[in-house]
């Protein structure tokens, strides 16, 4: 029988304002007193919110996690830009901001960038460029050329617009960057602007509202495997299957998915990938 720090799953944590997730992972780890926890969706240390953190053999599904749409509410200070693109950042620029802007034009803009868009990375990322991230050069004044990447805007909302600070919510895909949406929202308003404020409220169907204070943090929240790949589709296996299984042997499955979870009861298996020849191939043992 498994101790309790040998238990694997995911807890969702409410990251605060000022470490970075790396730095809540440590002391996670040093807390429940196991080796073995990863992290989902990292957030920057002005940051706060929702953090999903991977334990043991749940440490190999943060790929499928990492997929999950976000939701974010940001607070965007018109009329100055930051080299960072956030308060954490020295004043690179200002401008005026129009006189004329008001709730509906405003909310005009933020719906324009709804959908399917290219979005630069921000030099101020932990993105990596031969092996060195983006920010280390940004810190030594250098501007690495990068390449636009697809992004998706699901939902964006206008919460507030006041003394020149808009706050909206937006539903994001995976690799979008509110700091450098907040940027573009600023420009499409003739003007430039820079986050003060970024907190995620949720990642799939995970919300803040279910995640605890790092000093909480306990077991007892533990999340299943199985239930954190509810996204996927599930196929039972019988108990005769789960050794070839293990071994990570080929299988007929019925259609249900390109990416499927194969469970035991209530343990979460493996995960297999449909190919070319109609078989599934082990993709991950979950074991």
Excluded at 78 to 98: F, N, R, S
Excluded at 118 to 141: C, D, H, N, T, V
């Amino acid at each position: 029988m498994e101790s309790v720090n040998q238990k694997s799953g995911i807890l969702l944590l409410d990251k605060v304002i000022g470490p970075t997730s790396r730095q809540v992972v440590n002391g996670v780890t040093s807390l429940l007193r196991t080796k073995k926890i990863g992290h989902v969706g990292t957030l920057d240390p002005f940051a706060s919110g929702l953090l999903i953190l991977t334990v043991n053999q749940a440490t190999k599904i943060g790929a499928y996690l990492e997929v999950l749409d976000k939701t974010y509410i940001a607070r965007l200070k018109l009329g100055i830009q930051t080299d960072t693109g956030d308060l954490t950042g020295e004043m690179t620029a200002t401008q005026k901001v129009p006189n004329n802007l008001d709730f509906a034009i405003i909310n005009d803009v933020l719906h324009s960038f709804l959908g399917k868009r290219l979005q630069i990375p921000p030099m101020y990322s932990a993105l990596k460029r031969e092996g060195k991230p983006l920010y280390k050069y940004a810190r030594e004044g250098l501007e690495i050329e990068r390449q636009p990447r697809e992004i998706e805007i699901f939902d964006i909302k206008l919460l507030s617009f006041d003394n020149d600070v808009i706050e909206f919510s937006a539903r994001v895909s995976k690799g979008t960057y509110i700091r450098t949406l907040g940027e573009e929202i600023a420009v499409a308003l003739n003007t430039l602007g820079h986050l003060i404020s970024l907190r995620r409220t949720a990642i799939g169907n995970f919300q803040i509202k279910d995640a605890m204070s790092l000093e909480n943090t306990s077991f007892a929240r533990l999340i299943s495997i199985r239930e954190a790949l509810a996204h996927l589709p599930v196929f039972e296996v019988d108990e005769t299957s789960v050794k070839d299984i293990m071994n990570g042997k080929p299988v007929k499955l019925p259609e249900i998915g390109q990416i499927v979870l194969l469970v035991s009861g209530e343990k979460a298996v493996a995960l297999y990938e449909k190919r070319a020849d109609g078989l599934y191939y082990s993709r991950r043992g979950l074991f």
